[in-house]
Each structure stands twice: as C-alpha cells, then as structure tokens.
C-alpha cells in the first residue's frame, strides 16, 4: 500500500482575524467552540446554511483554538473537528485563538470581531451560548446587541434525544462509561474517533502474533478497554479490535494511553500513515493479565466478540 495519509475529507477555507476579506454584512455566522459536534451543533450549522441561502450570503461557523472547558481535553482534535464542521456543508471557518479574546467585553467581541472582522449581517447561535469576558455575554444580550446594531440573532433551542439534551457534556459521560454507541446516537450515527499518525512502538504485538497499528492520544480519552472499530486508510476501510489504554501487562508504567489496534486480515508497513478509527462497540475493561499467553488467548475471545458483534450488525468482514 502506498504511503498516503489521512487527510480533511472536504474542501475548507480556515481564516483568521487578521486574514479575513473584509466584507460588511456578507455572512452568517454560527458562534461556538463547537466540539461535540453533536445533533445540536449541526442543526445550528444547518439554521446557518439555511439563512445564508435565503439572504445570498456566505454561512461561516467561528470556532477557537487554545479553549478547553475541562481538564481531560477535547473531543475532537482542532483538524478533526474542521473536517467535522465542514462535513456540515460549510466551507468558511474563522478561527479565534481564545487567548487573544477571553478578556473582551461581550460589546467589544461583538463589534470587532463579529460585527467588522467577520462581516456579519446574521448570527446563529445555541441557547446556552456564552461570550465575552467570562462569559458575561448571553443569548438575550446577544439579541440586545443585534437588536442595537440592525444585525439578526438566531438563537437556536436545545434538542433532546430520551428526554435529555443533547450535549458535549453527556457525550463525554456517555465516552467516559465506554458507551460509545449512545455517542453515535447523539452525533446523528457518526461513532467517535480517534485519527492520527501510525506511530512505531515495542512491536510487542508483531511477537504474539497480533500486530498493531498505534496512535497516541492527544484528546480526551474515552473509557479505558477493548472496542470493535472501524479504520479507515485512505479510501479503504477495514475492521479490527482496538485497544485503548496504558497496556498494563506490557508496560507497567506507560505514561500516556494509546490507541492500539490490530486489524483483521491486514499485515502492511503503515508506520507514519494518516488512519481513522472508529469506535463501534465496548468489549470488554481493560484488564491486566498473568503473562503473555493468557493475554493471547484474551486477544482471540476479544477477536471472536468483535466478529460476533460485525455479524450481528450486518456488517460483511
């Protein structure tokens, strides 16, 4: 296989406050971090592209970069969630460093940064929007300010899936349990993911029999443990068993958790390749084991429920 890489699935044009054309009232633009990029996410994305069609303008989300909420990182990485966004349909992203706008009052952040900057004639926004200086700024006084300025405010309500909203929050509890099917469920069907670079490690796989394609973590990490995943390299897309965690048999005192997986029927040189993995099913906790062969023998009862779970949805291996 020839060495290509992983790269944005659609054309998107990224822009920054000091490389933006200068156009008054030109856009919509839809205001978040936007990192779930969750069922409500989009349909705040697709009020946006709604608007812009009907008025003739460009529909834009801003997003920023340098901002996490928790401690445990982000769900998406910035490349990631760019691709995500513009999976949307839409093909403008104005990137704010948050370091650059956090102390902003929300009239300045307006006027500046929307307002000029951004040229926008309509903002789109969710119902628990916040913005300027701790997040002095609210949906209400987004209209306020809108209201003020001759420019439209779109505030979009919550959306609810079994009674509860959807959320970045409940899609890091649902992670955090291994219950990734449920954030299929509140991302419209699109499973969570990890992409990277294929990075080399002890080959301890290659030596029992399993040999692995590895990804360091660099975002939030879902529940420690086994899953049955999808990957997908280049335009090809094949399935495995994808172990995420400290390996905890191999390696007593692993600093950081990877994203190992071993995929069915596949044995190529990938090292440096760009892949996606695709989190389908929970399997099993990661567990430690006595040694090597009863950590082979774990592998192929995980290696068999995966391929029960594949059968059971359908899918052709």
């Not at 909420?69 to 998406?76: A, C, W």
């Amino acid at each position: 296989m020839r060495k290509g890489f992983y790269k944005l699935s659609y054309d998107l044009h990224i822009h920054y406050p000091d490389t933006l054309p200068f156009r008054p009232e030109s856009r919509v633009v839809a205001l978040g971090l936007f990192d779930g990029m969750h069922l409500g996410h989009m349909e705040i994305m697709k009020r946006t592209i709604k608007l812009a069609k009907a008025a003739g303008l460009t529909p834009m989300v801003q997003t920023f970069t340098g901002l996490n909420k928790t401690d445990d990182g982000l769900l998406y990485t910035y490349r990631e969630r760019c691709d995500l966004i513009a999976s949307t349909g839409i093909h403008d992203v104005l990137v704010l460093s948050f370091e650059d706008v956090k102390d902003m009052a929300p009239e300045l952040f307006f006027d500046d940064m929307l307002r000029i900057r951004a040229g926008a004639a309509c903002v789109v926004a969710g119902d628990d929007y916040t913005f300027g200086a701790k997040g002095a700024g609210t949906p209400e006084f987004l209209k306020k300010l809108g209201k003020e300025r001759d420019i439209g405010v779109k505030i979009v309500p919550e959306l609810d899936l079994d009674g509860r909203r959807i959320s970045t929050t409940r899609m890091r509890e649902s992670l955090a349990e291994g219950d990734v099917a449920e954030v299929a469920r509140l991302c419209g069907g699109r499973p969570y993911f990890y992409s990277g670079r294929v990075i080399k490690g002890k080959q301890e796989g290659r030596k029992m029999g399993f040999p692995t394609a590895n990804l360091s973590v660099d975002k939030f990490c879902v529940r420690r443990g086994v899953y049955a995943s999808r990957i997908t390299i280049g335009h090809n897309t094949f399935y495995g068993v994808t172990n995420i965690g400290r390996r905890p048999t191999i390696e007593n005192d692993a600093p950081t958790d990877v994203v190992e997986t071993n995929i069915f029927d596949f044995d190529e040189d990938i090292y440096g390749v760009m892949i996606k993995v695709e989190l389908l099913e929970f399997i099993r906790p990661e567990k430690s084991f006595s040694g090597r062969e009863e950590l082979i023998q774990n592998v192929e009862q995980n290696k068999a429920e995966a391929m029960k779970f594949f059968r059971d949805s359908g899918i052709e291996i």
